[in-house]
């Protein structure tokens, strides 16, 4: 049995909004100490999401309330995205992006890799073990890698709008159709429209 892949990106999503939390709320930080404006952007930036507007009030909140407050309406958008377009469409898109984007990153991984078997010779200069460096480094640069799939994936995701159709249009789609192998059904009514996959700069 397969893994859906909703239920993937659900677990993207908490990842992502708990380095966040993590980041603007610190667990031994006093709630004064809390960069919330920060956060609200942040979670703009990745999801689309205005919190505020969603009618969370982060000022009133704990930590762990916050944390649940904003998951339960990043949850709530994707639902209500992917019923829109159905599961089916859903799906595919979720399968095209993740595709393109662990593509790109693998080629720029790849790329990086060979730029540090060049310069991990210079570390026994400063009294390191290449071999030790090369491991340590690479592993880095592998989870930086899987950090940036997961964050990418989510966001294209997110942004991708979604748009209903005219109706001649409509009729147009549901006429049975070879060309298309996850069926007409879902995307008779709706069109898709994503954010260009593109790389981000390597922070290498």
Request: charged share 30%; hydrophobic share 35%; glycine share 6%.
């Amino acid at each position: 049995m397969s893994i859906k892949k909703e239920l993937i990106i659900e677990d993207y999503v908490s990842s992502i909004l708990g380095g966040l939390i993590e980041q603007f709320c610190p667990p031994k930080a006093h709630v004064d100490m809390w960069d919330l404006k920060g956060l609200k952007e942040a979670i703009f930036t990745r999801f689309g999401v205005d919190v505020t507007e969603e009618g969370i009030h982060m000022e009133s909140l704990n930590r762990t309330e916050l944390g649940d407050s904003i998951f339960q309406k990043l949850k709530d958008r994707y639902d209500a995205k992917e019923k829109l377009l159905g599961a089916d469409a859903m799906r595919y898109h979720e399968r095209m992006i993740m595709f393109s984007v662990i593509d790109q990153l693998w080629k720029d991984h790849l790329l990086n890799m060979d730029h540090l078997k060049e310069g991990i010779g210079l570390r026994g200069y400063a009294q390191h073990d290449p071999l030790v460096e090369y491991k340590r480094e690479s592993f880095d640069m592998f989870e930086e890698m899987m950090q940036r799939f997961q964050e990418d994936t989510v966001r294209y995701l997110y942004l991708m709008q979604i748009f209903e159709r005219p109706e001649a249009q409509r009729l147009q789609d549901a006429l049975p159709s070879a060309a298309s192998p996850e069926g007409r059904s879902s995307s008779a009514t709706t069109t898709v429209s994503a954010p260009a996959v593109s790389p981000r700069p390597s922070t290498k």
